[in-house]
Structure formats: C-alpha cells, structure tokens
Nanobody, 115 residues
C-alpha cells in the first residue's frame, strides 16, 4: 500500500511563496512519475507539475516560471516550490504517484492566496 502525505499548505498573501512537500511511504524511484495536482472549489482537478523517473520536470503553462517541482530520492520526498503566488492559485494541492495504469493520491494540502 502506497501512502503519500502532503504538507506545507498555508494562507499566504499574493506575491508570496510556499514550498509544498510530499512524503512517500516507499522508494519514489519505483514510480513512473510523481506529480502535483490542484483542485479549486467548483473546478476539476488539474495537473500542475510532473517529474519523471528520469528526472524530467514539466509544469503547466499557468504556473510556468513560478512553480518548480523537485525531488529528493534519498528521502522519498517530492516538493513543489511556488513563487509569486496569485489568488487564482488557491486550491487543494494533491501529490500523485503514477505506476503503469495505477494512480496513487495523497489527501491534499490547502493553499489559500489572499489578494
């Protein structure tokens, strides 16, 4: 059983920064990819950033240049560094691990950006 636990969500003012963390219960190198998703109230869950087993990182256009996904395989941790936060970044952020056709999810951490 895979467990993903997010942390780091908070209330922050527009223009501020946060770093989200995701702790995995097993070696993250075993996954095809790790990712961060977010879901704002009334919206569908959307992909924010991914990092492949090989280390290739990608971000959604809406956060490119402001968010960075990274990992520490020695600690089985994945991070999302968020800079210059905007009110529209307000959402619950979920950690995701992909293995073949299987997706594993954390319970999420809330990020609220005030204007």
């Amino acid at each position: 059983q895979v467990q993903l636990v997010e942390s780091g969500g908070a209330l922050v003012q527009a223009g501020g920064s946060l770093r989200l963390s995701c702790a995995a219960s097993r070696n993250i190198f075993g996954f095809d990819a790790m990712a961060w998703y977010r879901q704002a109230p009334g919206n569908q869950r959307e992909l924010v950033a991914t990092i492949s087993r090989g280390g290739r990182a990608n971000c959604a256009d809406s956060v490119k240049g402001r968010f960075t996904i990274s990992r520490d395989m020695t600690k089985n941790m994945v991070y999302l560094q968020m800079l210059n936060l905007k009110p529209e970044d307000t959402a619950v952020y979920y950690c995701n691990a992909k293995l073949s056709t299987k997706d594993y999810w954390g319970k999420g951490t809330l990020v609220t950006v005030s204007s």
